[in-house]
Structures are given as structure tokens and as C-alpha cells.
């Protein structure tokens, strides 16, 4: 099968992702109730008896509401960077030492045949980090919660065969929302969530004949739809030259209350 991933989950209200190898099944972030986890897992055919480990992205609630509860029931291991593990320590609950796991960021490990880099982003987090996985030389990369596209991030999320990245607003409509101005501030600036047009020009740097898919994720219910996002994401690519056919590069959708088709990487 090789390396496969589904989006259970999108969006302010939640967010998940399972990502898995011949040899190791992955959880990432748990924003969800344990028992809305199961439910979403069961769609695609996966339980919590099937994952190897649990990684976090940062502790901001809407990725680890059910960290705790789940990681518990299932005896797993979490992984987050020290200074996550602090933030989030109070909100989870108690978490065995021996299921306790710093990963720094940057840091690199390897479960079975799956290769997990942790990298920084730009986020009002404590330490957030985004993640890339690798198996048999096919890649996946993981964008959601940054202001920006660091030239770091950059050069991480390079030679990608997927990615999921964020497209969470358009800035007309954030603008013109009834969000009070202070929060519009803070979504709008450099450690807030990347606006669909940041997507669409973090992709002319990243778009070469290696990435075929890139599913668009973390879009706000308020201030976003997913055809104004391909539609925007879409304009800012071919004002800047690039044209291509469907079975070339896909734009891909992602559902803040249903999973993602299972897709396998590099084919």
C-alpha cells in the first residue's frame, strides 16, 4: 500500500490526521472528543487498536481536546515537543511517564518505516510545529496554523508528493465579518492562519513536477468556502505562469466534519 493518509477532521472545531506506512499507523493531533475520534476513524475502516503513537502540533484546544482521554484509552505514546508538553499538560490530564515522548522540534524519529520530521511554523502557540512524513520515498507534508511561509518551512516542505496546507480564510470576508477587530488582527498577522491568496503564492515556490496533490485545509466555516479557496489558490497560480492539466496537480478538499478518501502518496 505504501505510505496513505486520511483527514479525518479540518477546522476550527477539530482537527485530525492519520497517516500510515506498511509498518506503522500515526495519529496526528486529537481536536476532537476521543469519542467523535473513534467515529471518524471507524469511516475509514481504522480503530485506535491500529495506531502506533500520537503526535501534537501544538495545544491550542481545537487539536487536543480529546488528546488526553484518547491516548488514555488506548495505552498510546504521545509525542510533542517539551515546551507543548508544558502548555498542554493541565488540559489533557495525566499521561503515564512511559507514554510521554519529547520530540523537538526539528527533531526527526523513525517508527517502523516511517520517517516523522517535526519543523517550526509561525503560530500564536508556545512551540507549534508542523510535521512531514516520509516511507519507500514518498513524502507527505503537513501546513496548517501559520501565519506565513518562513523560507525554513519553505525548504522543508520542498519535494513533497502531497501536502496539506492551509487556506483557512479570505481576507475580504474575514475583513467584512463580524469577528470583533482585535481577532481579525490576530488571524490576519504572522503567527495567525494563512489567507487563501499566502496559499496560492507559497505554492508557486513549492509546485514542481514532484507534488501532485495539495488538499486544502483548516478553512474557516465563517470566512471561507472551498470553491472560493481552488478558485483563489487557482488565480494567484496562473497570474503567476502556471497552467496544468488535472492528472498533473490537483487542488483537493478537506471537511471540518468528515474524513478524507484514503490517498496514497506518490502514486
Known sequence: MGLRFTVLASGSTGNATVVSSDAA?????????????????????????????IFVTHEHSDHIKGLGAFARKHQLPVYANEKTWGAMLKTIGDIPDEKRNILPTDGVMEIADLRIESYAISHDAIEPVGYCFQSNGAKLSLATDLGYVSDKVMSRLQNSDVMVLESNHDVDMLRMGRYPWNIKR?????????????????????????????YLAH?????????LAKLTVNTVLENNGFFYQRDEFALCDTYYDRPTPWDVVGK
Open 25 to 53: 499507523t500515526v495519529l496526528i493531533d486529537v481536536g476532537h472528543s476521543a469519542k467523535k475520534i473513534e467515529e471518524l476513524m471507524k469511516e475509514r475502516e481504522i480503530s485506535g487498536k491500529d495506531l502506533d503513537a
Open 219 to 227: 478553512l474557516s466555516q465563517e470566512h471561507n468556502l472551498m470553491d
Open 186 to 214: 490576530r488571524i490576519l498577522g504572522d503567527t495567525g492562519h494563512l489567507s487563501n491568496e499566502a496559499a496560492g503564492e507559497a505554492l508557486c515556490s513549492l509546485l514542481t513536477g514532484r507534488l501532485k496533490r495539495v
